[in-house]
């Protein structure tokens, strides 16, 4: 007499699992976002050197250093050299935070700019366009259905 069979559900494939693949960690950490602010990472030096006027361009801009105890989720060891104590800088990038509406100002502007750039290259491009031999011409194209004879 046959031994009855074990169902599907009972079998357990322990011995097949796949080993989980390793990847290397973040190099900045991700940080919650908070109601009301954008986040960013602002360099502060490169190669060893400060890079002041990076930084001043964007404290202009809005941008102001967050406060390590604001971000307990960030754990990070302070750089000994930085300028910025009691924020968190990571390699010469300073985690800085913005208004999100002054954010979205600037982004307005900027979109708004690029678009005034793009439509002065047009209306230059168009000056030059001669009807007797166009630059861009409208694609036109028919179907025409034959009778079917030979």
């Known amino acids: 007499m ?11 494939r322990t011995e097949g699992e796949r080993v989980k693949d390793w ?13 009301g602010w954008v986040h ?3 360099r502060t030096g490169i190669l060893g050197k400060s ?3 990076n930084v001043s361009a964007r404290f202009r801009e ?8 604001d ?4 754990f990070t060891l302070n750089d000994r050299e930085s300028r910025f104590p009691g924020s968190i800088e990571i390699g010469g990038l300073l985690l ?11 982004a307005a502007h900027y979109r708004q700019e690029a678009d005034n750039q793009m439509a002065a290259v047009d209306n230059n491009l168009m ?4 009807p007797r031999m166009p630059l861009f011409k409208e694609g036109k194209s028919t179907v025409s259905f034959g009778s079917g004879k030979k």
């Open 40 to 42: 960013r990472w602002v």
């Open 51 to 53: 890079d002041n006027i």
């Open 62 to 69: 809005g941008w102001e250093p967050c406060k390590a105890e």
């Open 96 to 106: 800085c935070k913005a208004p999100k509406e002054a954010m979205e100002a600037r």
């Open 2 to 12: 046959a031994e009855p069979r074990q169902t599907r559900d009972s079998q357990t």
């Open 23 to 35: 990847a290397p960690p973040q190099i900045l950490p991700t940080v919650k976002e908070r109601d």
């Open 71 to 74: 971000y307990p989720e960030v």
């Open 127 to 130: 000056k030059q366009n001669d």
